[in-house]
């Protein structure tokens, strides 16, 4: 899971829209609104001109649609209904192809990628393992065959473009399952920290949310609607397959639950104005919380070793970019409370005492107030002459709100990728009941998967 891709964009915005704030007069209490109509106008005008930049390169959309396409020829594949390639024959539909393997008496079974050595060169990509590769494999080279060898091979020849045709369906769902649930993980990220970037603002900005911030907010959640989907379906089917080649399940209900996919497949995103409504009011109070488990399950499912190599910078980045909008002050607070500050650091001038060296009392000015202190003089109200202006206010790590968007997908999609490297059909069948879209019928298929494969085991 990559995080160097989401950073960015909220850095430009970031930029964009610290320009536009503007500190208080030299000095003086601020008594009136300190943020224009004019700035406020200026933050949308650069949220509009960064919504341009990404309507044309549109990446994340792009990325989306393709995995979309794969996933649909997948699933036709799947039904022998497309080749892998132009000019290529139709493939055996996979149900079929299974079937008749197992009366070849070959097993099969949906493993991890391996190398040389018998080592996953990757937790979360699957590949096809057969019993005939295998002896062919483990045969010394130049032996001669024996008799049972011999038929052995005879029987199973007849049925070897149906074991490359079951290769090459699987391999692609395993490729497209696992780039879709990894843009899952991340855009689940991209997602709450551009959110809690638009809160961030309007709290400093003193701006309410409008209508159209809020179509903006269902604008990125269609799109997180879109991955979910795709996602959901192809570790579902990943999951399926898995459960009947492992566990020897009824082949029937793969065909069954690809034409069902299919007709639900691909779909427009459904993400209604009130969700985006309820996804901004919700986002306060439990992003600690749910870091927390967040780490947590990462650490359990990658070790932590690997967890702090590969992958901690990147989640402590995003969730601290996300984590000042609950206790983002407006431009009115800080100038404030610089005010305060400074009158407060001219009065300990005045009566003679330190102050810290970053104070907006410039050295020359406190020795001046000193010197009227000793003097006996009064002390003067601040006025233009002050020539300190209230520093702009820096992001840091407070404590971090709102709950991560799409968790329970998050989640069910990282342990149900682990569940799959480890063979685990029942573990990968429940995680794909979480995250399969389509409604019951869709469920319902991967509901009698499971049965078949429970089935099987006794």
Request: glycine content about 6%.
């Given at each position: 899971m990559k995080f160097r891709s989401i950073l960015?964009?909220?850095?430009?915005?970031?930029?964009?829209?610290?320009?536009?704030?503007?500190?208080?007069?030299?000095?003086?209490?601020?008594t009136g609104p300190l943020v224009s109509d004019e700035q406020k106008n200026a933050v949308r005008d650069a949220e509009a001109r960064a919504d341009e930049m990404e309507a044309k390169n549109d990446v994340l959309g792009q990325q989306v649609g393709e995995h979309e396409q794969k996933l649909v020829k997948a699933l036709n594949q799947a039904l022998g209904k497309e080749a892998s390639s132009p000019g290529m024959p139709m493939p055996t539909p996979s149900a079929t192809a299974i079937k008749d393997l197992r009366g070849a008496k070959i097993k099969l079974s949906l493993?991890?990628?391996?190398?040389?050595?018998?080592?996953?060169?990757?937790?979360?990509?699957?590949?096809?393992?057969?019993?005939?590769?295998?002896?062919?494999?483990?045969?010394?080279?130049?032996?001669?065959?024996?008799?049972?060898?011999?038929?052995?091979?005879?029987?199973?020849?007849?049925?070897?473009?149906?074991?490359?045709?079951?290769?090459?369906?699987?391999?692609?769902?395993?490729?497209?399952?696992?780039?879709?649930?990894?843009?899952?993980?991340?855009?689940?990220?991209?997602?709450?920290?551009?959110?809690?970037?638009?809160?961030?603002?309007?709290?400093?900005?003193?701006?309410?949310?409008?209508?159209?911030?809020y179509k903006r907010v269902q604008r990125w959640l269609n799109l997180q609607r879109r991955v979910e989907n795709v996602a959901g379906l192809s570790f579902g089917l990943l999951a399926s397959?898995?459960?009947?080649?492992?566990?020897?399940?009824?082949?029937?209900?793969?065909?069954a639950l690809a034409s069902k996919a299919l007709e639900n497949f691909p779909k427009e995103p459904d993400v209604t104005l009130d969700e985006a409504k309820a996804y901004v009011k919700n986002m306060k109070g439990t992003v600690g919380q749910v870091k927390s488990q967040y780490e947590a399950m990462m650490r359990k499912i990658h070790g932590d070793a690997r967890y702090e190599a590969q992958y901690k910078s990147g989640i402590d980045a995003?969730?601290?970019?996300?984590?000042?909008?609950?206790?983002?002050?407006?431009?009115?607070?800080?100038?404030?409370?610089?005010?305060?500050?400074?009158?407060?650091?001219?009065?300990?001038?005045?009566?003679?005492?330190?102050?810290?060296?970053?104070?907006?009392?410039?050295?020359?000015?406190?020795?001046?107030?000193?010197?009227?202190?000793?003097?006996?003089?009064p002390l003067p109200a601040a006025g233009a002459a002050a020539e300190e202006a209230m520093a702009e206010a820096e992001d840091s790590a407070f404590d971090l709100f709102g709950s991560l968007p799409g968790f329970n997908l998050v989640k069910a999609s990282v342990e149900g990728l682990s569940a799959l490297a480890r063979g685990d059909t029942e573990g990968a069948l429940k995680a794909a009941v979480g995250l399969i879209p389509g409604g019951s019928a869709l469920r319902g298929a991967i509901d009698q998967v499971s049965k078949t494969a429970k089935l099987a085991k006794r």
């Open positions: 960015p964009a909220a850095l430009f915005l970031s930029a964009t829209l610290g320009a536009c704030m503007m500190p208080p007069q030299n000095g003086a209490a601020q493993v991890p990628v391996e190398d040389q050595n018998g080592k996953a060169v990757a937790d979360n990509f699957l590949q096809l393992k057969d019993s005939f590769t295998d002896k062919m494999k483990a045969r010394p080279a130049g032996k001669k065959m024996t008799p049972a060898e011999l038929k052995e091979v005879q029987a199973a020849t007849p049925h070897v473009q149906k074991l490359n045709d079951l290769r090459m369906q699987l391999m692609n769902l395993s490729m497209v399952t696992m780039q879709a649930n990894s843009m899952l993980q991340t855009n689940a990220l991209t997602t709450l920290m551009r959110v809690s970037g638009m809160v961030r603002t309007r709290k400093q900005q003193e701006m309410e949310f409008t209508e159209a911030d397959y898995q459960a009947v080649l492992n566990a020897e399940g009824e082949p029937a209900v793969l065909d995003v969730f601290s970019q996300a984590a000042g909008a609950e206790s983002q002050k407006s431009v009115t607070q800080m100038a404030n409370e610089s005010n305060q500050k400074y009158e407060a650091d001219r009065a300990k001038c005045y009566r003679g005492e330190s102050i810290d060296p970053g104070s907006l009392v410039s050295p020359p000015t406190c020795k001046q107030l000193k010197e009227l202190g000793e003097s006996g003089k």
